[in-house]
């Protein structure tokens, strides 16, 4: 059954109904409310909504998700306007039917781009303003202040930028700005940070990144910007926060949805549906990590949410399946998913759950974000105020601790893997290289619904052996009477870094359970990390039972024991050759020792490796072919698409970075 999202939707009278308050700020459109309010005002004025408890059966629709295209108003749009509004229609016949056969428009193999015959012209862009409301927003790079032959030059504002460049609150502030800046070809950057091994000579271009972004503030914006990007072929590109490691969030020449601000939150004390009753929130697409945790900590309850402060909670983190610190009990972020309202490629706004759009709604639930629709609201559970107990600390080899000692240390560390996972215990841990050194910071482990006493008992073991073997750390065990302080406590705010690749791989529990099979995957790890890598780990599991969830989380997450990262970084001055074979050896030496010890398994799509190696296997296994039916079914032209994501390998980039990584400055063509 496919169905368009439910409530009546205030119709666009004219195209005053689609404006926002801006700021002053030149090429910048800014929404009034700031990320903690959780209350936005759109027109029309009863369409506003904010975070109140509520009791009932179904959410209603946010104000912003109830001014919606309809075929009336397009229909009479023409007329109006005295202007060709075909570019702006809805696709001719509804998708999502699934083995209907080809159901679109056959469009040209290349996507449009600036200089072709089909690009919009700008009279048709200026167009497209109105009709949003004026909030389309020209790519003006964020570094552009630092360039004399851009309008926005300031030296001031280039130093500013110079000083805080690594501070990801500020680059999520920015329309185009994005972490993995490696793939858009870091072609505007604030002089400290050119990457002269890319050979770049200290010019600012608009590169990878898109040429238009519209300021989200209702979906009737998003609707208008699928249609146009369906009907004259262009690049669409998703971006919430820009936290993201596979740049899904940019590409050259695009039209970007700019989704930061749709921060709407709503809280039911007990929402229902046929299989549950409870406490839930609705959450706008542009809710982060840090906003649903504090929600949750004001209503009393607590939310299975990831690590990452930046992370936007509603778009690309549950649509990748989304692990937690809580996962250990709860399971993945994707798992507790009610309802979601989407836009989808054909230009409609729908709603998937359980009863409607079902095939949809299971997609979405980890197969991917950037691959089925723009995502505009969510509806999940809520679970009950728990304590939470945290262990942090830090060991660094020298003097008589060697590294010997050190590698033995872990060793013992995760031969009690699968005993603190089954406890429900999480770990997220770095180990690094320190000069000749190394050093190992436990980031937080930690402990839900276990107290300070019972975790000292548990872990004294571990503290015993190591002590024997010479390790010097201090434990710092703290109790909290909730979940989210002890989630701020242990997460602060991430730093970005702007030369840096990285490869991941689900360790399953009968490797480490093993071990003899344990001993061959550590062996490897320090291996990996000896050659030249970083180390980040994670000790988690799923809890019994989600392995019979029906969603397209990765069936690997499900065996999962340990999740382990290996990265490189490198100064952006850097000798391109050495930057190369650092690269290189990540993809085609370090992460297949990794994949040899655990065939069958995968990893987390939104931290591997950007070039993945059979990534359909890698980031979905056996429910990659029902993906790809589905993506065929609801997007059948590829309006959507994103490095790595379903249905991307009927696409290529045309231009390599390095040689080998594509690049997202660069035509994206059918095969």
Known sequence: MRATASSPPHEIASAVLLSTTRSNAPGRSRRVASATTYSISTAPKAASSSCRPRSTARASLFGFEKIQLTDRVLANLGASLSSDVSPFLFAKQPF???????????????????????????????????????????????????????????????????????????????????????????????????????????????????????????????????????????????????????????????????????????????????????????????????????????????????????VGFAGGYIQGGGHSPLTSIWGMAADHVLSIQLVTADGRFVT??????????????????????????????????????????????????????????????????????????????????????????????????????????????????????????EPTVREYDNYSDAWAEGFPQEVWTWGMRQASRLIPRETIADEQQRAAIFDSIRGVFEAGANLIMFNIRNPPGAENIDNAVNPAWRKVLMFALMFVTWDVKAPTDYVTALSRNLTFEWNPRWRALTPGSGTYQSESDYIEPEWQQSFHGSKYSRLYEIKQAWDPEGVFYAQKAVGSEDWELGDLILGHLPSQNSKLCRK
Not at 106 to 124: F, I, M, N
Not at 209 to 238: C, G, K, T
């Open 96 to 310: 999502g039917r699934a083995g209907a056969g080809k159901q679109g428009v056959e469009r040209a193999k290349c996507k449009t781009y600036p200089g072709d015959t089909q690009w919009p012209s700008p009279v048709l862009w200026k167009l497209f303003d109105v009709l949003l409301g004026a909030a389309l927003i020209k790519t003006i790079p964020e570094a552009a202040p630092c360039y004399s032959d851009w309008e926005v030059y300031s030296p001031s504002r280039c130093q500013n930028l110079g000083d805080t460049w690594n501070n990801s609150t500020l680059r999520i502030e920015d329309p185009t700005s994005i972490r993995a800046i490696l793939f858009q070809g870091m072609t505007c950057m604030p002089s400290a940070y050119t990457a002269v091994f890319l050979g770049n000579n200290g010019t600012c271009t608009v590169g990878g990144f898109p040429e238009y972004s519209v300021n989200v503030s209702n979906v009737a914006q998003m609707q208008l910007a699928v249609n146009i990007a369906r009907e004259l072929n262009l690049r669409l590109v998703i971006k919430n926060t820009g936290h993201d490691f596979a740049a899904k969030s940019t590409g050259h020449g695009g039209l970007s949805l700019w989704m930061h601000h749709l921060k709407d939150a709503e809280f039911y004390r007990n929402y229902r549906t046929d299989s549950y009753s409870g406490p839930a929130f609705k959450l706008g697409a542009g809710i982060q990590v840090y906003d649903i945790n504090r929600l949750a900590k004001e209503y009393g309850v607590t939310v299975v949410g990831g690590e990452g402060r930046t």
């Open 352 to 473: 998937a759950d359980a009863d409607t759009n079902a095939d949809l709604f299971w997609a979405v639930r980890g197969g991917g974000g950037s691959a089925f629709g723009v995502l505009t609201s969510v509806i999940v559970k809520a679970f009950p105020k728990i304590k939470v107990t945290t262990l942090m600390y830090n060991m660094t080899t020298g003097g008589n601790f060697t590294r010997d000692a050190f590698w033995a240390a872990q060793k013992a560390y995760v031969d009690r893997f699968e005993q603190y996972a089954d406890l429900g215990y999480y770990a997220y841990y770095r180990i690094l290289h320190q000069g000749t050194g190394i050093s190992h910071t436990m980031a937080s482990m930690v402990a839900p619904n276990v107290s300070v006493a019972e975790f000292r008992a548990t872990m004294a073991p571990l503290w015993t052996e190591w002590n024997a073997i010479g390790v010097p750390f």
